[in-house]
């Protein structure tokens, strides 16, 4: 378990790590692969948002798939990178890639809403939490086919099952990533709660 962070200490390398991290989860995998594949710019393509789920409305499920996966990986390479320095770099590279994909600096910071960034995240942190994660999504999505209440409730799970797993540190950081996932949601909640939110769907366009 990573030491408690200590921010008297090594500022310098933590504001490096977090820009560097910054910058690589404002990558805008979704933006990009739409675009140069043809399909336009995901921006105008039904809700706007640039994650994998939007991607997903234009049909092109392989689009969807690399945008997730993308979208997951630049945030475990970013917590990977910055293991390489220790622990506490780890966790503030966790913190800067799912800010920098939910306030992108490309974008005049109108980026996603985390939640595949916030599972790569996960997965260099600790492999076992996003697995839990990821399977409460993959439940939630199948049974009820609302990918943002999926990811609502796994994101909310995480520091939950992080703490249950003894990861205390890793839980509390994951609260404000939650938090933050949260309120980029607060359009979908509404909708959830009037009933107007679209579900999954997995035909072509």
Known sequence: MPDPISWSQDLPYFAAGFLVAYLLGSIPFGLLLTKFSGAGD??????????????????RKGLAIATLLLDAAKGCVAVLIGQSFGPDLAII???????????????????GKGGATALGVGIGLVPILAL????????????????????????????IYAWLLGYHQIAEAFVPIALLIWLKHHANIRRLL?????????KSA
Request: charged share 15%.
């Open 93 to 111: 590279a966790a913190w800067g890639a799912v800010l920098g994909h939910l306030f992108p600096v490309w974008l005049k910071f109108k980026g």
């Open 194 to 202: 009037a009933g107007e939110e679209s579900k999954i769907k997995l």
């Open 42 to 59: 995901i921006r105008e393509i039904g809700s706007g948002n640039i994650g994998a789920t939007n991607v997903l409305r234009t049909g």
């Open 132 to 159: 839990y994660a990821g399977l409460t999504w993959l439940a939630v999505a199948i049974l009820l086919r609302y990918s943002s209440l999926a990811t609502l409730l796994a994101i909310a799970a995480a520091p």
